[in-house]
């Protein structure tokens, strides 16, 4: 099934119910028009969602659909037991205007209704979209509370099932970290550099950047859709009200209707759904690394990390939710690398993961991304240096232009044009320095194989021609002796309190925090 949001210009049902999106576009861009169509073709396709309306501009829906509206002129007021709420409108296919223009706390009202999703959906599974306006104001790109929802969803809703469009005036403002998980969305009009800037990152081609200058009212450009150039956004089939509705433009609520609000209103609970079929044969089996922190060691660092309860400032105490495993797919290379000398060589081990990463197993593990471009080529006489300067880590430059054999000329364009692609660390009294062996292993770390679910796996398994690629660029003139897939094993620790949720990962060799997401 498709939404048809323009001539010739559809997404696919699928991909917005469960994808990430975003519309973008300045004040009188036309954002909140376009926001108004993709709901009516969500209402049309019977598709259930939650529309978090921070102006009061969507309840008009109801003048067309079976919508209900939660906000102080709605049907229910935003008291409500919002996981009643959400498992009604997924029971019955309802969509939600979550009206919350009058509410004094708009952060941490969206944060609760998120956060009983999240949970419903951890439960069940169903598809569900939640369509955020003006998200820089609800995730900040500079974020004073830890655990932010909208965040979480954005990173981990994909996999319960939770779909999200985040629409934004200021995409400078909102959280990177939302704003990097949408693979397709609309950008309208923008005008201010830093806008145009923080968008860079969501477009192949970059010269659709110039366009956007020069956007008129209801004009976008799609990314991630079956559709290039900029398209004009169709008619509405409500009207769009802005930030007034309408008196006595709505129909009355149907006898559906009626007796959903009168569930929603009394105090018991409705029955939760029940949990979506897992899909089956889905678990692989795997070489870890042998862990040497258990998960004992796991749970006694994450109650270190809760939160106490501070009654004086109103503070929330965090409890332990859980505790999951994880693992890192990664590829063990082991290379023989020329020392300098004669016929001497040295045998060593690196992990790398997907995204061209190399493992530091001798401090904590964690993955440093090489400075190198990969894509830079090396003449002759780069090759040949880079290749002495490797094989010693440091090395005195002038000792290295003896050993690589160049003239003062060509040594020093090797030097520069070395330099200039990334390939040398430092050049420093006199030392030139090459510090990627600090990453490199003597032994095979000791393996063990596992039988887990795909869930359990962080990225995807690196490629063995990009591995090789890698290799040859870092170390050049090296040989590879093998290339074998392992994993590295994590923890998953997720805190509660307070409607918040923090989620960490630590790896099992030195029990210290990554920045790898869960």
Same mark, same amino acid.
């Given at each position: ?12 049902? &699928?991909? $917005? ?9 300045? @004040?009188?861009? *036309?954002?909140?028009?376009? +926001? /108004? ?103 900040? &790109?500079? $974020? ?9 969803? @954005?990173?981990? *809703?994909?996999?319960?099932? +939770? /779909? ?124 870890? +690394? ?229």
């Amino acid at each position: 099934m498709q939404l048809n949001i323009g001539t010739d210009v559809n997404v696919d049902l &699928q991909s $917005v119910m469960t994808g990430r999106g975003c519309v973008i576009g300045q @004040s009188g861009s *036309g954002k909140s028009f376009l +926001i /108004g169509v993709i709901a009516e073709e969500l209402c049309r396709l019977h598709a259930p969602f939650c529309i978090i309306d921070t102006e009061g501009e969507y309840s008009s829906l109801k003048s067309m659909f079976e919508v209900l509206v939660v906000g102080t002129a709605g049907d229910i007021k935003t008291d409500i037991d919002f996981t009643k709420l959400f498992t009604s409108s997924i029971q019955n296919d309802i969509p939600v205007v979550l009206d919350i223009s009058d509410a004094l706390d708009k952060e941490d009202l969206v944060g609760k209704a998120l956060n009983a999703l999240y949970e419903l959906e951890s439960s069940i599974r169903r598809p569900y979209l939640v369509i955020v306006e003006e998200a820089d104001k609800l995730a900040p &790109q500079v $974020v004073h509370k830890p655990g932010n929802m909208l965040e979480e969803i @954005s990173v981990r *809703g994909r996999k319960r099932g +939770i /779909g999200l469009i985040v629409a934004t005036q200021r995409p400078a403002n909102i959280s990177k970290n939302v704003l990097a998980q949408c693979s397709y969305g609309f950008i309208g009009k923008l005008t201010i550099n830093n806008d145009v800037k923080a968008v860079d990152i969501l477009f192949e081609n970059k010269q659709e950047l110039n366009k956007l200058v020069n956007l008129k009212v209801g004009e976008f450009i799609p990314f991630g859709i079956d559709y290039q150039g900029i398209f004009s956004v169709k008619s509405r089939l409500v009207k769009h009200i802005g930030s007034t509705p309408l008196v006595g433009a709505y129909k009355a609520p149907s006898e559906m209707m009626s007796t959903i609000v009168a569930q929603l209103e009394q105090k018991n609970k409705m029955p939760i759904l029940p949990r979506a079929p897992r899909e089956t044969g889905v678990s692989t089996k795997i070489n870890a +690394i042998f862990p040497k922190f258990s998960q004992q060691d796991a749970e006694s660092f994450a109650r270190k990390m809760l939160k106490k309860k501070f009654v004086l400032f109103g503070g929330a105490a965090e409890s332990l939710d859980s505790i999951e495993n994880r693992y890192l797919q990664m590829a063990l290379c082991f290379i023989r690398i020329g020392t300098g000398r004669r016929n001497e060589y040295k045998e060593y081990g690196a992990l790398i993961d997907s995204s061209g990463c190399i493992l530091n197993v001798n401090k904590k593990p964690e993955l440093i991304r090489p400075k190198f471009k990969r894509n830079a080529r090396l003449n002759d006489n780069e090759a040949r240096l880079l290749y002495v300067i490797a094989a010693h880590g440091k090395i005195n430059i002038r000792k290295a232009q003896k050993k690589s054999k160049l003239d003062d000329e060509a040594f020093d364009k090797a030097i520069v044009g070395l330099e200039s692609k990334g390939f040398i660390a430092e050049v420093k009294d006199n030392v030139v320095s090459y510090d990627y062996r600090r990453y490199l292993i003597r032994e095979k770390p000791l393996l063990e194989e596992k039988k887990v679910s795909k869930q359990q796996l962080i990225g995807s398994q690196p490629k063995e021609q990009d591995v090789k690629k890698l290799i040859s660029g870092l170390y050049p003139g090296s040989s590879i002796i093998s290339i074998e897939p392992v994993s590295l094993p994590l923890y998953k620790i997720t805190l509660r309190g307070g409607g918040k949720v923090r989620i960490f990962t630590i790896d099992a060799i030195s029990g210290k925090e990554t920045g790898i997401a869960g």
